[in-house]
């Protein structure tokens, strides 16, 4: 998620109509989401907030946060500019996210960043994991594979990105795909009003406890 936060030019503070802020995304220099927030005068000269969830995930590409304001159908030459840039792919890793816990039934979206000198061929998943599997080219050596989710038991699964001849290399993350915790029947007793005794079944697994095992806390009273 990208979360923006911001504050009103003191000259404004004394403005009788809203301020237009007009919000732009860019991934990889493109735009690719736009939104505006009017704020009123009674608002001017408190901090303002916008998040936005991007579908690639904030490793794999640059993303632009851009800001321009307005008053009165007048647009401000000044514009704020705010660039997050993505994993660069110079390290071991070229396959993002990497370790990451999703949910079954979950749209994911993960990315290969090719390697200077080599050529990108394919990506997808090793086995049959995942439903409607479609790969986009994002920049020149950037390549995002959005697939389905589909169960798997307590193990992970390879994403993998493979290169064209010559050089044809094969890189790769593993992901775990599972559900979310689920207590049921929780019940809980005190017989003294001093200690308190919890009772409580588990669901369906969660089949990823070998990456992420459940953990259960008492909240406190
Ligand atoms: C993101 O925006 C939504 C909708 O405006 C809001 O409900 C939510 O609280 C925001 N989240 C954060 C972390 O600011």
Not at 95 to 112: I, N, W, Y
Request: aromatic letters at 8%; hydrophobic letters at 30%; one cysteine or more.
């Amino acid at each position: 998620m990208l979360l923006a936060e911001w504050k009103d030019n003191a000259s404004c503070l004394t403005l009788n109509e809203p301020i237009l802020y007009k919000m732009a995304v860019l991934i990889e220099n493109k735009e690719v989401y736009s939104d505006e927030v009017s704020v009123t005068p009674g608002d001017i000269g408190s901090t303002h907030s916008w998040n936005w969830t991007s579908h690639v995930p904030l490793q794999c590409a640059s993303h632009t946060f851009r800001l321009k304001s307005q008053i009165n159908s007048q647009m401000s030459q000044l514009e704020q500019e705010n660039t997050l840039h993505g994993e660069t792919g110079s390290g071991m890793e070229k396959v993002f996210p990497q370790d990451a816990v999703l949910e079954v039934g979950s749209m994911a979206t993960f990315c290969c960043i090719v390697p200077d000198g080599e050529q990108f061929d394919k990506m997808y998943l090793s086995g049959s994991t995942g439903r409607n599997m479609s790969t986009t080219q994002i920049s020149e050596q950037r390549y995002t594979l959005t697939v389905q989710l589909e169960e798997v038991w307590d193990r992970c699964v390879d994403v993998l990105c493979e290169t064209k001849e010559p050089t044809k290399r094969q890189y790769g993350s593993c992901v775990y795909v599972g559900y979310p915790p689920d207590v049921r029947d929780l019940q809980c007793e005190t017989r003294d009003l001093e200690s308190v005794e919890c009772l409580w079944k588990e669901g369906r697994d969660t089949m990823v406890k070998v990456k992420s095992p459940t953990v259960y806390q008492l909240n406190g009273r």
